[in-house]
């Protein structure tokens, strides 16, 4: 496979390399494709979870399980100034 890496990178690579973090160009890029793997899969594990929530809350809502915005704002509010009171 060629592969023109720009400037800033090669230096990585090789630096990677000659570390002995990494043996070859290869390594390196397999190590880079796991790494984007894991994070498109923390992604969707996330994305999943969010749409759950957003769902129920539809759910909820539809039922006319409805929370007063106002009153949840300040009580928002309220739990972070307890959380980080100013000094």
């Not at 060629?2 to 390594?27: H, N, V």
């Not at 039922?63 to 928002?76: T, V």
Request: glycine fraction near 6%.
């Amino acid at each position: 496979m060629a592969l023109s890496l720009p400037p800033e990178l090669q230096q990585f690579a090789d630096r990677q390399i000659a570390s002995g973090k990494y043996t070859s160009l290869d390594e390196i890029f397999l190590a880079g494709l796991q790494a984007l793997a894991e994070r498109e899969q923390i992604y969707q594990g996330r994305f999943e979870a969010l749409r759950s929530e957003v769902l129920l809350g539809a759910d909820e809502a539809e039922r006319g399980e409805l929370l007063d915005a106002a009153s949840e704002i300040n009580a928002i509010r309220q739990r972070l100034r307890n959380r980080h009171p100013e000094q």
